[in-house]
């Protein structure tokens, strides 16, 4: 945005807004490849049993990330009408919603690792690795909770900086703390898998501080006068939030489904599965900031009346979607064996790392469209439409999951072709939506039915 508030359109400005949130991503890739590089020297059933607990978090922190990306749509499309002082309104609220969020789902995941998600692990020894390592990182939930209202007040005034700092300091203590806690360096005692936990909690806490910090340095108004939305607005929010929480929650619910099935088909499976879902990072590191660029332009530009300038827009953050893809992920077809000897020292593994890197390179190569048109219709706040679309995308990936790995079981390169099914039904439908024209027209976030 120039000092106006108005957005600017130029592949510099598109650019500037998403490589923040890229680079942020790619400090999360190297955390990840951090955790996992500690985890899988102590064992397959430690980044097993690690992995599964991870994306149990995740599954339930999607209801969050959906409201996130809702108070995101919203803040742009108030900064675009110009009306700063609603969007921060609307940040403040934000923000009193994630707390009360993350206390509630710590409550479930603490629920949930009484025993409910436990029984579903048919290997004791990672079922013992996950019920530790949960009870530790569902203490994440209320910072990093609270830490996405921040991050949806960055990405909806287009003002990204602070996320890259943020992921920075987040990143270097998760990294430091895995190498002192789950190995043992320095001479600090080692304390295993439940090491990587403590130092995830510990960054998450870090990231939220820091946040605050700097919402409370750069950007003070922000949190005075502390008035919040009233409740007409506050239905409005939900009606747009809500589609989104589904949405998200439905897509990584899904995902972690598919691991528990792999699990099925054997240890093996299972960790090259985990491997190839954080070289996936590679690909996100450039959706995540590409996507979230677009809900933000897309809602700022109706918002401004500006709805000739869509189309323009939207085929140069394409373009920087493709060319980001093919620059990070241009290894899994390239070298491909080199990255599977990272993780694999038997033959084995390392034929199975390389040829699921083979699927894994044209599914996210698809996903560098689908996800941007499925962004498109999210950031007109057509929420309703795009959850329609992943109901529908997800029920045909979970058929043809299940087929292929609890009725067929399938070598895991055949497995991970579930993905480009998914992908490819995502663009499918947003591209049956998107061709009628109707998200043009949508005058503001608050009506719009979809």
């Not at 009306?83 to 993350?102: C, D, E, K, S, W």
């Not at 910072?143 to 990405?155: D, E, W």
């Not at 919040?228 to 929010?237: F, I, T």
Request: hydrophobic share 50%; glycine share 10%.
């Amino acid at each position: 945005m120039n000092r106006h508030g108005e957005l600017k359109t130029g592949y510099a400005d598109l650019l500037r807004m998403a490589i923040p949130i890229s680079l942020g991503t790619l400090l999360q890739f190297f955390v990840l490849l951090t955790d996992n590089f500690f985890l899988a020297r102590l064992s397959e059933d430690a980044i097993n049993g690690a992995g599964n607990a991870g994306l149990i978090y995740m599954t339930l922190e999607m209801v969050a990330v959906g409201s996130g990306a809702a108070l995101q749509i919203v803040i742009a499309r108030r900064m675009g009408e110009g009306n700063r002082m609603a969007a921060l309104q609307t940040f403040r609220t934000g923000v009193v919603i994630h707390l009360g969020m993350g206390l509630a789902l710590t409550g479930i995941g603490l629920l949930l690792n009484s025993g409910l998600i436990n029984a579903t692990i048919a290997d004791p020894d990672i079922r013992e690795v996950f019920r530790a390592f949960f009870a530790i990182r569902l203490l994440g939930f209320i910072p990093f909770t609270a830490l996405l209202a921040f991050n949806a007040l960055y990405t909806g005034t287009a003002k990204t900086w602070p996320i890259l700092v943020i992921g920075a300091c987040s990143a270097g203590i998760n990294i430091v703390l895995d190498a002192a806690w789950v190995e043992g360096w320095w001479g600090v005692e080692a304390i295993g898998a439940t090491g990587a936990a403590w130092a995830s909690l510990c960054a998450e806490s870090t990231g939220f501080l820091v946040a605050l910090l700097i919402t409370l340095k750069a950007m003070p108004e922000a949190f005075r006068p502390w008035t919040l939305l009233p409740l007409q607005e506050l239905k409005a929010w939900w009606r747009l939030a809500y589609p989104l929480m589904g949405q998200f929650l439905t897509t990584v619910s899904t995902w972690t489904a598919f691991f528990f099935f792999v699990e099925k088909v054997g240890g093996l499976e299972l960790k090259v599965s985990h491997i190839t879902r954080n070289l996936f990072m590679l690909a996100f590191i450039v959706t995540q900031g590409m996507q979230q660029t677009t809900r933000t332009y897309v809602s700022g530009l109706l918002g401004g009346g500006r709805v000739e300038e869509l189309d323009r827009t939207l085929k140069r953050i394409t373009t920087l979607t493709v060319a980001g893809i093919l620059f990070f992920c241009h290894g899994y077809v390239l070298y491909p064996d080199k990255l599977a000897s990272i993780f694999f020292d038997d033959a084995e593994g390392t034929e199975a790392m390389v040829r699921t890197l083979h699927v894994l390179f044209v599914a996210v190569c698809t996903y560098s469209f689908t996800g941007i048109m499925l962004s498109t219709i999210q950031g007109s706040g057509a929420t309703k439409v795009a959850f329609r679309v992943e109901l529908i995308a997800v029920t045909v990936y979970m058929i043809v999951a299940a087929s292929v790995t609890l009725v067929w079981p399938q070598p895991i390169w055949v497995i991970w072709r579930v993905e480009l099914v998914y992908f490819s039904t995502i663009g499918l439908g947003s591209w049956l939506y998107l061709r009628k024209g109707l998200w043009r027209s949508a005058p503001d976030v608050q009506i719009q039915e979809s």
